[in-house]
């Protein structure tokens, strides 16, 4: 997304009253809205026109959220936030699983749902910024980072991680062999500056791990994780 223009969301929610209101919000905070009602018209909406971030309800007819987050994931790295009708682990996880970034849960406080959108905007940003810059590449066994890029090979293989998972690799890279709570995971990866749900760290560690080999990331029971250094 270029610096001059306005933040483009594509926001797929069945309920008018849900959709209709959050538009409004949204628009007012100067962000540019596209809705569907349903997951098949999402779908269609996010290939007529690549957003910046889109928002998904969980339970959609058509097409679920679930099985439209996985086709967009299919797709593209865009951040995908989930919407979710119940505080339901299965919901939280399964959304997380298919390649959420985050998740809010239904009914929100429209500041709340602008500040997540603002942060993934944000992280979103930084990490365009990150790109720019010259670095040597980081190695941890067979995973190579090219920072200068953005891109991580293991094996000499590409690996395609979604823009939350790469923040997640850098910030352990930063410190390997250092254990990282969950808290400062959230902190400095999704911009929470207070405690927030640690499944959004547990579940994002464990997609990262599924790329780039299950032995890189070590858990530290009752602490948090770190990034096996060279030698460990």
Known sequence: M??????HVLFVEDDEVIREVTQLTLERDG?????????????????????????????LPGMNGVSLCRRIREESLIPVIMLSARDDAVDVVVGLEAGADDYVTKPFDGSV??????????????????????ARPLRFGDVEIDI????????????????TEMRLLLRFAESPGTVLSRDVLLESVWDYAYGGDSRLADIHVQRLRNKIGGERIETVRGFGYKLRAEGE
């Open 2 to 7: 270029d610096a001059t223009e306005t933040p």
């Open 31 to 59: 962000l540019t809205v596209t809705t569907a009602a349903d997951g098949l018209a999402g779908l269609e909406s996010f290939r007529a026109r690549t957003p910046d971030v889109v928002l998904l309800d969980v339970m």
């Open 113 to 134: 749902l602008l500040a997540r959108i603002r942060a993934v905007l944000r992280r979103t940003a930084q990490g365009g910024a990150q790109a720019g810059r010259r």
């Open 148 to 163: 200068g890029g953005m891109r991580v090979l293991r094996g000499g293989r590409p690996v395609a991680l979604t823009p």
